[in-house]
């Protein structure tokens, strides 16, 4: 099959890679062509302009937001105005749940496809190809998409045929990553205030009821303090609350633990956080419980 | 070994039937004593007043509260009056951090010892003997209640020389217990307002990145609105975060998940949610979203 | 002075007839012309388009949300295009921070002046003149439409030459409004639920230390339950809310009183209260006691 | 009449002497007896023991909390213990409800009378004899007060017959004004962020929408970061909200904003501010978006 793809960062910079092993024939794109020469070392295309990335079957775009994703899909050039009809975009950047929605209005008015599909998964777990990939859209489009998944991820949810559900989805996944985040941080900040050793503690937590990997993951990082480098920046984690949110006022849904969390990241921005891992919110309990920065 | 046993409850039965069954010389006491024939009917020996209970080298007690507590170490004829010199008193109740404080500091001036031993797990988890048991106090203390941990547990997590440190550790995991609960409640009624399947969608978690058993158990329950029978009444989940709170003010850690979680137990109790299981709270989301109790 | 007059809903209404009072010439303009109707006959000049109302010294937009202000400002024919160099564009809306600072770029680009200028007060005290004014802008814009001020006010604050300060400074104090309401509902929950007389202790409270006219405004609100028909309807409660955490955000400031107010407001619409008075949001602190809607 | 005060603190002592100046007989008693010959030099008879202070028509009890309040009235030779028959207690003190709820039934059980009547204002506003009485007890008890609350305040309020309401009136109130504190205190926060004056600011609030005074009086003391000496201490203020929260949830009523406020307060005491005034829980908005403590 032949597949574009733009947006060669932490997590795409992967995901290309192992659409290339795959067997497929890749044409990537990337802003700053730096990034692109690593992948043209294993045998991919590399397209000057966007346009370049939009000649195949399907088109995948991996960025960082919403305006990287409204520039790279409306500008002069752009993937709607280059995508062939019956051509498929194939949306994995972390957007809000308004910006899938108009693209899926305008590529459908192009007579083009579209198809949302979000991935859980640190850049480790991209390069090894082992995402979860929250897809959603037509079933044709998500049938055509289906290689480069199968590609990149370890496995699909195919969550609605509403292409937007799976931007919702894949926020609250994140809200709820970081609910655990900031519940790790205040249990925390308890049991070490109460003398408890927090190492053992944690050994405790993630040997019984809390086994999921993600309490191994944070909790370590909160105890060690070890915020940087970020696997998931705190700017970016922030971003995300803020569209679980938006998304959450659309829909009138009062979310009171998300709000909590929007006021921690903005503390922790405030305080110049915004390039340590997002996991350094689960610092600031014990930072209130005047337990210092450590 | 000879061990006492005080409050066969939905917990005490269990494990007082498993401590029977490695072996030891068991005697018994319930308040009502109907719960005890069941007891005797295994081989246990039935005491009439809870001194008949304290002749042996280890005296557990398995209560609901505070009170239940304060009464039976306390009251004429007690634990403390009753127990032998050297004699040790097990207490696995959860209980707030000052009451095990106290108990400690009387149990060493009356010349016994103490171990605060909470434990993690379900009725079906101590009908199995599969329990997480949390144990703090002096360590000769706790290897003498060695053989009983073993009996009613899967592991034993011993967490400080200083025995109240085991019941805020218990607390801190109700804790995090009830904000699971709290954002899967959250996240469910996001996405099922978004028109989500909330099967799928839970599914989808509990394959991925929230697979401890607690996802699939409460997140179950929650989409289901299965909230009778309690598995873990409501009452019983407000008054932990109650006592986890107190012991954050004791210790002076705010802590506002925990603030927020006694607010959702209060509107459930005040609309007589008493006696539904303690994930009812994980439906007020939905409510708050205008989803109905339906 | 010549002033135009864009905007005559329940605030813009009286405001503009003030100005008339005043014994200024106004030309008002009103997307449905029948509002205009009645201050033509008061003595205003009725313009058909947009332009019609930007000929003069001053033109007063006072209009419902960032989109309407948009559609004016920014729409063919919209004032940016018809004022005169030199002209000064007085906006009154309560919107963002983020769309007063654009209008301040482009009507500087444009040769033009801008003020922003919300105002304090319901639609009563619009009609009698007793606004409050809060301007920021150049000193000399602002004393250009100091007389428009007057006319509408009984008492200017001119807070900064920067004029989204003047948003700030409004959408802070809607906060603050909000923040009474909610105070008091969970006050008159508390007292109520505990057997107190709520008039009772409306009329001790504002006769002792909760003096200002808000707390008795608000506070017989919620008493009497009377939120219909609406002095400010609570989807405008709930857009001020949010410009308010948007301008928090873009500051990093965290607000948790502003976030629970979020979660409160969307509540109240989810459960169709939109056009209720955004008082009714001290309704739902009562109504998770369980005490009925009643 | 004759007149027992017990507890000559910073609003004890200004009481006691107003019923001297109005002409009552008065005997006192402090548990340090230095504060009692400020007293005597006015005419106060100084008692040694609390039975001393008990042996006229009403002793008025003014302590720091619950844990005074139990000693003088159960302590050997204590209030209960000395007061006769008939004589009415006039407890001032702002305790909790449940310690107020016992009083009473102990009170009527010894054949005494009993009134809860808790104050508002700060120490200068008792020196003046400007408080404000709120009162609950049964009619003739409270008749047979009277003189006492036409002494110290400038009005009384009865709000029950049921002693106890007077008590979560007061703290109710307490609630309330922390709230002013922390609403003001993120308002302020983003103000000031944005640039703005904040007492430029403060002036325009206070001389609009919240001209009670406590906006002023607190504003104030915030902008100015003017915490010590505390007016009303940071340890009594959260005592105050504990006891809100505490009656709160003895009636089942969910209180968000007292919740935060607990937070607050924690997070105060936690960095050391426990003899700051109160209104020092109003920086910490501006604390956490990252403005310093200067």
């Not at 062509?33 to 995948?60: P, W």
């Not at 290689?147 to 496995?155: H, I, K, T």
């Not at 849904?253 to 996991?279: C, E, I, N, Q, Y």
């Amino acid at each position: 099959m032949k597949v574009g793809f733009i947006g060669l960062g932490n997590m795409g910079g992967g995901m290309a890679s192992n659409i290339l092993k795959a067997g497929h024939e890749v044409t990537v794109y990337n802003r700053t062509s730096a990034k692109a020469e690593a992948l043209a070392a294993q045998g991919a295309k590399v397209a000057l302009r966007i346009a370049g990335a939009c000649g195949g079957d399907v088109v995948v775009t991996m960025l960082a937001n919403d305006a990287a994703v409204e520039e790279v899909a409306y500008g002069d050039g752009g993937v709607l105005a280059s995508l062939a009809r019956g051509a498929t975009h194939v949306s994995s950047s972390t957007i809000s749940v308004a910006l899938s929605r108009r693209l899926a209005a305008d590529h459908k008015a192009a007579g083009q496809r579209y198809v949302a599909a979000p991935v859980f998964g640190r850049p480790e777990m991209a390069a090894a190809g082992k995402l979860f990939v929250i897809a959603a859209g037509q079933p044709e489009a998500i049938e055509t998409a289906g290689p480069v998944f199968e590609a990149v991820g370890q496995r699909t949810f195919v969550v609605s045929e509403n292409s937007e559900a799976a931007n919702l989805v894949k926020l609250s996944g994140n809200f709820l990553i970081a609910s655990v985040i900031e519940s790790l941080g205040e249990a925390l900040a308890l049991v070490g205030k109460g003398g408890v050793d927090q190492r053992l503690y944690l050994d405790m937590l993630t040997s019984t009821l809390f086994s999921a990997p993600i309490y191994k993951t944070y909790g370590t990082l909160i105890v060690e303090k070890k915020f940087e480098p970020a696997g998931f920046a705190a700017s970016l984690g922030q971003k995300d609350i803020r569209l679980a949110l938006a998304a959450a006022e659309a829909l009138r849904v009062p979310m009171p633990v998300a709000s909590l969390l929007r006021d921690r990241f903005l503390t922790l921005l405030a305080h110049g956080g915004d390039k340590l891992d997002w996991s350094a919110i689960g610092n600031l309990a014990a930072a209130d419980a005047g337990e210092g920065k450590g």
